[in-house]
């Protein structure tokens, strides 16, 4: 190994990092962070390279003029240009961006990063890892973290934060943290650089996180890829495998980011197509095992028997979005509020109530903002036992409009319903005729009042409510499965 | 000082437009008669929210300026279009509840009728309820559409309406003849209904209206705001006004045209000031879309449509059809490989042999003889030569009606390609189907089978 090169144990780290790095950020090499803390600034480091083959160096660099002031009152391109006249008059280098960090944010990662790299058979608690992932979005709207030029990143990141009250990527990491919750799984993300691996497991109860310090290559022939993946199921002594090709789903996440938002309906359908793209294509972006049953020919002949075309590589990918879009303009108009509403019932009584005003306009979601406690609690008031659901989402509706006068519906989800959703996607990617009626059971939940509600109920929801299971297992296999190739 | 007739109200938020329209009316109670029912008339034409239904916004602001001045009766009532049970579709539009909660009543409309005729003949029964109201009030929606320009303040009226009127039935020859004057008695229908029950008041909601291709959210209408109130006395006035608001010229509108040449139309109900104010922002920021008439326009991939001396009611049943697979059936016509319609008296031939859809009684009587009607196949005999045979082409779906339902077109046409191959159409139509009334749907079937 090059004598510069990071050693062993934090090399899947150090891939993990330089990946990360060069597919969201500046993939300059030279580049300025700046320490801030309370809002004043604290300090400079440089990170400058005169070669760019040889690993970059990491210089100490004034703060000047700066140093003591408040931050709010320097503009970051006035720093920007700063550095960029340090750089090449002390250094003789072209400073790429420069990054703010705060006190905060730096000994929250410092932290972080310290539990992966050296507890690394130990893990850190999954929780752990998920809340400092979740922290980044309030970091960057808070200012906590800038970069100036702004990588699209950042700016997507923050205004989801902003725009969408974070909900998006709060909803994204509680159904990861929903995959299998009971079972130990690792991760494989396929770099250019190699594999690294990304391993659950258990400390007593609690689920950790642990990265393996390998970097794997891939098997150089893919038709020994299962025997691959079986063979690392065995090495890192886990339940489940999940590889990921990084690449793929990194430049989706780079469209996403590179999205104006509030994204548009066009956008969403777009994106949505591109998603449930990846997710078709199984054995080239993702592979699991066990793998899922609907992949093997088998289970697929007995299931299309029974009338049951679940098939994954023929998801209808381009037409799902259309779909949803569809029912979405049938509920609000295309235009007006969507009150979401989020509880768990203790006792046949209401807690947690959670609230969210859902934007829309030109059919497309503007924006989301948490409900004030104040109207959070004078809605509460309205709400009856688990029976009264749907007479109190109706009563909920109408003293809301008097806020709200373009309130479209209130969408009612219960945390029985956020938990099983997974899971039901878990059973849809491995359903077989001996397992339907656990799956029609699981999909039941979209009937029960006190797990989903939508109040005025939409035809297409009418529908859906007063169906069966197997006749719902149907109409899925039909809407969401292409029945040939073309 | 007497009330004007006509106001309107532009603004940001509709809730002041609104306020501000009713103080220049003097208030609510210097119009209604006290100690009398109420009667508001809503659009709800079809299970779908504002804008294609009349707002909640606008329902609520005049649900409570009624509830302030403690009326004993107030009846909010509409009938939805294409045989949509009332009762079901205020249901699922959460109506019942809006009226409870302001102390009305949603009254489902299917009491007494009261017979009507017009001088040249049209029959038509009206609900009783409406014309024994003391006071009715109008809250109509405006919905773009591809044959009428707009439908808003005139139609209202006419959702009570049910026309006995015989249509001719699919004589090629009278239909062709008569194509204009279905749409003239169509006009006529309303124009009676008008002046049967005129609204004492009709307020219109230009924050919500459904521009683009209507006349609904399904055919692909899309929301617009004009950022105005209209409050009016007359019907006509408010339709003429809206149309100046969005840009139509009066003879854009066939209600408006024709009424104007019935001399029913007052247009000194506009007064001055509110030409000036009606001028001044008749240039919209971004004028609203208008629905196109033409079918050749942003048809979907795999429909042709071949067109020959069509009335007006088969082309506007038609288009909603077009619309309807444009929008739902985009997965659908993914998996048939064409569909052909052709309708008319005098159809052309339509571009395949295959999957051809005559829609109505016209195109189905002319094209009794028509080439397309057989096929001719080569088929080997035993001596080894080859002979041409002719058989009945049975790739064709004849729809029946004059002109055919959009709803039941479409059911039909997902039997001939069998649901299974039709899903996203089947799946949208099943849910539709819950809401309309069932006595409705047996009655046109009925119809359907003793004509086949």
Redesign the interface.
């Known amino acids: 190994m090059n004598q510069e090169s990071p050693s062993n144990n934090i090399l899947a780290f150090w891939t993990l990092v330089q990946e990360f790095q060069s597919q969201f950020f500046d993939a300059g090499i030279n580049y300025v962070e700046i320490l801030t803390e309370g809002g004043e600034f604290q300090g400079a480091f440089g990170y400058f390279s005169q070669d760019p083959a040889r690993a970059a160096n990491w210089e100490r660099a004034s703060l000047g003029p700066f140093e003591g002031q408040e931050v709010a009152g320097t503009s970051i391109p006035t720093l920007f240009d700063y550095f960029t006249q340090i750089g090449k008059e002390q250094y003789n280098v072209t400073v790429s961006f420069i990054r703010m960090l705060d006190a905060e944010v730096v000994n929250a990662s410092l932290d972080f990063f310290d539990q992966i790299i050296r507890n690394e058979q130990k893990g850190i608690p999954t929780e752990k890892c998920l809340n400092f992932l979740a922290n980044i979005g309030p970091w960057l709207s808070n200012g906590k973290i800038k970069q100036y030029p702004e990588p699209p990143i950042f700016a997507f990141l923050r205004e989801v934060g902003v725009i969408y009250a974070n909900l998006p990527v709060t909803i994204f990491l509680h159904l990861i943290e929903r995959l299998r919750p009971e079972q130990t799984r690792s991760t494989l993300l396929h770099f250019p650089a190699g594999i690294v691996a990304l391993n659950k497991g258990f400390a007593g109860k609690t689920p950790i996180l642990t990265l393996n310090p390998e970097v794997v290559k891939p098997p150089a022939d893919w038709e020994t890829f299962p025997d691959f993946l079986q063979s690392q199921k065995k090495t890192h002594n886990v339940q489940n495998i999940l590889y990921l090709d990084a690449e793929e789903i990194a430049s989706f996440a780079k469209e996403l980011a590179s999205s104006n938002l509030p994204l548009s309906s066009e956008r969403t359908n777009v994106l949505g197509q591109r998603a449930l793209n990846l997710l078709r294509n199984y054995g080239e972006v993702w592979s699991a095992i066990p793998r899922p049953l609907i992949v093997g020919n088998w289970i697929r002949l007995f299931n299309r028997i029974i009338g049951v075309n679940f098939n994954l590589r023929n998801l209808?990918y381009w037409?799902i979005p259309?779909?949803l879009s569809?029912a979405l303009?049938?509920?609000?108009?295309?235009?007006?509020s969507l009150l979401l509403f989020r509880a768990t019932w203790t006792n046949n009584i209401p807690t947690n109530l959670l609230a969210y005003v859902a934007s829309i306009e030109?059919?497309s979601l503007q924006s989301i903002t948490i409900v004030d406690p104040e109207t959070l609690a004078k809605l509460q008031e309205e709400f009856g036992n688990k029976k009264q659901v749907k007479d109190s989402i109706?009563k909920i509706?109408?003293v809301a409009?008097e806020q709200m006068?373009?309130?479209?519906?209130v969408i009612f989800l219960s945390e029985e319903f956020g938990k099983s959703f997974m899971a039901t996607l878990q059973g849809c990617l491995n359903v077989n005729p001996l397992k339907l009626v656990s799956l029609s059971r699981r999909l039941n939940i979209l009937k029960r009042s006190h797990c989903f509600y939508i109040?005025?109920?939409?035809?297409?929801y009418?529908?859906?409510a007063?169906m069966g299971g197997f006749t719902l297992i149907r109409?899925i296999s039909?809407?969401c499965f292409?029945?040939?190739e073309? | 000082m007497e009330a004007p007739s006509l106001i309107v109200e532009f603004g940001e938020d509709?809730?002041i437009s609104f306020a501000l329209g009713m103080e220049k009316l003097g208030g609510l109670q210097s119009q209604v008669p006290p100690g009398k029912p109420i009667f508001i008339a809503i659009s709800m034409p079809y299970?779908?929210?504002?804008?294609?239904s009349t707002s909640?916004?606008i329902l609520?602001l005049v649900l409570a300026e009624i509830q302030s001045l403690n009326e004993p009766q107030v009846v909010v009532a509409a009938v939805p279009e294409w045989g949509f049970a009332a009762e079901k579709v205020a249901?699922?539009?959460?109506l019942f509840?809006?009226a409870k909660?302001y102390g009305a009543e949603f009254l489902v409309l299917d009491g007494i009728q009261r017979d009507l005729s017009s001088p040249t003949g049209i029959k038509a029964t009206f609900p009783q309820e409406l014309l024994d109201s003391s006071y009715f009030i109008s809250i109509p929606s405006i919905r773009f559409d591809p044959l009428q320009g707009f439908i808003a303040a005139c139609e209202v009226n006419t959702q009570f309406l049910e026309v006995k009127e015989k249509l001719p039935q699919g004589n090629p020859k009278e239909c062709s003849e008569n194509s204009l004057s279905l749409q003239d008695k169509a006009l006529e229908a309303i124009l009676m209904a008008l002046n049967k029950r005129l609204p004492d008041l009709t307020i219109v909601d230009g924050y919500?209206i459904l521009a683009g291709q209507g006349p609904a959210?399904?055919t692909g209408g899309?929301?617009y705001n004009a950022r105005f109130v209209l409050i009016g006395k007359n019907s006509f006035a408010v339709d003429l006004a809206i149309a100046k608001i969005l840009g139509f010229a009066s003879n854009e509108i066939p209600l408006i045209e024709r009424a104007q040449q019935a001399g029913v139309v007052d247009e000194q109900a506009i007064s001055p000031e509110n030409e000036i104010i009606l001028q001044q922002k008749q240039e919209l920021v971004v004028p609203p879309p208008r629905a196109v008439k033409d079918f050749t326009y942003n048809l979907p991939n795999r429909i042709n449509v071949s067109e020959g001396n069509a009335c007006c009611l088969c082309e506007q049943n038609l288009r909603v059809v077009c619309d309807f697979l444009r929008?739902?059936g985009?997965?659908d016509l993914?998996?048939v490989e064409q569909l052909n319609f052709i309708v008319g008296s005098a159809p052309p031939t339509p571009r395949a042999k295959k999957n051809i859809c005559i829609f109505g009684e016209c195109a189905r009587n002319a094209s009794q003889n028509a080439s397309f009607r057989s096929i001719t196949i080569k088929r080997i005999v035993k001596t080894g030569e080859e002979k041409e045979v002719t058989k009945r082409n049975k790739k064709i779906l004849e729809i029946r009606g004059c002109p055919p339902l959009p709803l039941e077109t479409l059911r039909h046409i997902s039997k001939f390609f069998s649901p299974?191959?039709f899903?996203?159409t089947t799946?949208?139509l099943?849910?539709?189907g819950?809401?309309q009334s069932k006595q409705k749907q047996k009655q046109t079937r009925a119809v359907h089978s003793r004509r086949a």
């Open positions: 209808s037409y259309h779909t569809n303009r049938l509920t609000t108009g295309g235009t007006g030109e059919n109706a509706f109408l409009r006068k373009n309130l479209k519906a109040y005025p109920e939409p035809a297409w009418k529908y859906i007063r109409w039909r809407l292409d029945p040939y073309f | 509709l809730s299970p779908e929210p504002a804008p294609s909640f916004a609520d249901n699922a539009l959460g509840e809006l909660h919500n959210l399904f899309t929301q929008e739902f985009k997965k993914n998996l299974s191959n899903p996203s799946f949208w099943a849910a539709w819950n809401l």
